[in-house]
């Protein structure tokens, strides 16, 4: 990677980092580091990162590892700005870089290493593995559409438990539908002497802006708890291609957000 001016205005600060943002973190970083002890004069990442179309959390991210690993990331030529990023909080971070680079590792392998040096089962998942999201469920109304059900019966596995992994064993929502409901509005009359069942259906109700807003906050906060440090870490080994919609998304959000304030 190629060094920025010795002496970069702020324009050319923001016009490298906007251009690398989709290629590469270390560059980003770079110029969030310089920008803040030239130009930045009581603003933050957050002000940085809607200048080239990220977040503040991004740019931090970026700034903090090229802070600490840009004047010896050379010496790990053969990792990637992941392993940096997830290795940013260990003390021991020197000897788990070296221990990849020398073995040219992923980012998972160094990370199970570093626990065996600690001692720690890896036949358990670490706590940060933990997906935060795990106990909250989306609302979802009744579709308009003919819908298939099946009455689950019989038991079954916890979805993504290991015995449910294992066997194939599927959640009731998640199994294939048998029968058919039918369809609001129809007018035909049960056979003589058979069995009805009613169920109530639901229209979907017209949504306000202000609940429409309410679920698209709530939305956002779920995708920021998703991302967590090892995902985000793993973003810049993902096909360019999902990497540049993904980054697209988030910084076309952050704009119009941006105009709220």
């Known amino acids: 990677m190629a060094d920025s001016p ?43 990162g809607m200048l080239i179309g990220l977040s503040g959390d991004q740019v931090y991210q970026r700034r903090r590892v090229w802070e600490t690993f840009g004047d010896v990331r050379e010496e790990y ?40 040096q600690h001692g720690e089962d890896l036949t358990q998942p670490a706590e940060e593995e933990i997906p935060p999201w795990e106990s909250e469920e989306p609302v979802a109304f009744v579709p308009n559409e003919l819908t298939e059900v099946r009455d689950p019966g019989g038991e079954s596995s916890e979805p993504g438990s290991d015995a449910s992994l294992a066997t194939g064993t599927r959640s009731s929502a998640e199994r294939e539908p048998v029968a058919t409901g039918v369809a609001r509005g129809s007018q035909s009359e049960p056979e003589a002497g058979a069995e009805t069942t009613r169920t109530a259906v639901v229209e979907k109700p017209d949504v306000s802006a202000e609940q429409m807003v309410k679920r698209m906050t709530s939305a956002v906060e779920r995708v920021n708890k998703a991302l967590t440090p090892e995902l985000i870490a793993a973003l810049p080994d993902l096909p360019k291609k999902v990497r540049n919609r993904f980054v697209k998304a988030v910084g076309e959000l952050s704009a119009k957000a941006a105009k709220l304030l």
């Open 6 to 48: 010795s002496n970069p205005t702020e324009d050319e600060l923001i016009d490298r980092a906007k251009t690398s943002v989709s290629d590469s973190s270390w560059v980003v970083g770079q110029c969030a580091a310089e920008w803040t002890q030239r130009y930045a004069r009581g603003r933050t990442d957050n002000d940085f």
């Open 77 to 116: 030529a053969t990792l990637r700005w992941s392993h940096f990023y997830v290795a940013l909080t260990w003390d021991d971070a020197p000897e788990c870089l070296a221990w990849a680079a020398e073995n040219e590792t992923t980012v998972a392998e160094m990370r199970a290493w570093r626990r065996l």
